[in-house]
């Protein structure tokens, strides 16, 4: 049934009237970013912290009024999934297992962008022992950090040797606590990411292989989510929070601009430049930190969703192109 011409118009009204109340109620966006900083500032590398250096979302949402709430977590990934069940943030920069993890245990998520994409790993040893390879580590005591990025980095880096979690001594230990581990010799080696270059700098560690050794098996891709409510409420503050940050984007993907991104972290993480300087020796920023969610990206992510379900770190599978938020193709996004 047709409704009258008058009708329909009171009704799209109502409806665009909604949406700018909506908007006016907003008053804060949240976001989550897992604490890679050794020191007493937070960082979360990449896009973040280009981000909070350049007040980019800070200045784009002053004249409507509306804060933005940077919120850092130790805890990485398993903790900003509890924040997103208890409706404690509105966006989170995440590693991709956390991200599958999330939504496939039900959170209502939706894939917004991507923020980084082939990040190296690193496997650390304790100096002396003759571990050369991963076909070294069977019967070994490995940390790794569960629930994170870095466990389903380890896991594929294995899968590419014929190996899996079963053939070690895997203990769950987060990124400092296994840098400690490590160098008090507790443990046989570790799986992460650059912070490892501080321990083999200072003697504490050997590193025998990165996920580059592997042909890129093992390498981590990260991803920016919203919560479904969010992204449902604010559609065109989400189509803002995503035209705007192109202009970090292009910053930080222009390789004149390395030195200048590695001095950032490195002051904002506590880290010694040339561990950074190390880590991106050979890396071009150009490939690592494109936002699109391209067909390539998307198969990356979708092989990580398969193989964190044959692993069984997450109890249902799901398909990326599902994941992806509706309508960001025609917001030209």
């Known amino acids: 049934m047709k409704l009258p011409f008058k009708r329909l118009i009171t009704l799209l009204a109502g409806t665009a009237l909604a949406g700018l109340v909506q908007a006016a109620d907003l008053k804060e966006i949240r976001i989550a970013v897992p604490d890679l900083s050794a020191g007493s500032q937070h960082s979360g590398g990449g896009i973040t912290d280009v981000l909070r250096q350049q007040q980019i979302f800070e200045k784009a949402f002053a004249d409507q009024g509306i804060k933005i709430q940077w919120n850092y977590f130790k805890g990485a990934g398993p903790v900003i999934n509890e924040a997103f069940a208890n409706g404690q943030v509105d966006l989170a920069y995440l590693g991709d297992l956390a991200a599958i993890i999330g939504r496939s245990n039900g959170l209502d998520t939706r894939l917004l962008s991507a923020s980084a994409r082939d990040i190296k790993q690193y496997l650390g040893v304790v100096p002396g022992s003759g571990i050369k390879t991963l076909q070294d580590l069977k019967g070994k005591r490995v ?162 969703v398969d193989l964190a379900s044959k692993e069984r770190l997450i109890r249902k599978s799901f398909q990326v192109s599902d994941w992806v938020a509706p309508n960001l193709s025609a917001a030209g996004l």
Not at 247 to 260: E, G, I
Request: charged share 20%; hydrophobic share 45%; proline share 4%.
């Open 143 to 304: 940390a790794v950090f569960r629930g994170t990025a870095s466990q389903l980095s380890f896991d594929s880096a294995l899968a590419s040797q014929g190996l899996s979690e079963k053939d070690l001594k895997v203990i769950n230990l987060d990124f400092n606590a296994a840098g400690a581990a490590l160098a008090a010799k507790q443990i046989d080696a570790t799986w992460g990411g650059a912070n490892l270059n501080a321990l083999q700098a200072k003697g504490l560690a050997e590193i025998p292989l990165t996920t580059k050794d592997l042909g890129g098996a093992g390498s981590v891709q990260s991803v920016l989510v919203g919560s479904g409510k969010f992204v449902d409420e604010h559609p065109e503050i989400i189509t803002q929070l995503l035209k705007v940050p192109q202009q970090a984007v292009q910053w930080l993907t222009d390789d004149n601009n390395k030195q200048a991104y590695i001095d950032l972290v490195a002051g904002l993480a506590s880290y010694p430049p040339v561990i950074l300087s190390n880590d991106l020796k050979n890396e071009k920023l150009s490939a690592l930190f494109p936002s699109t969610l391209d067909p390539v990206f998307l198969g990356k992510l979708q092989d990580s």
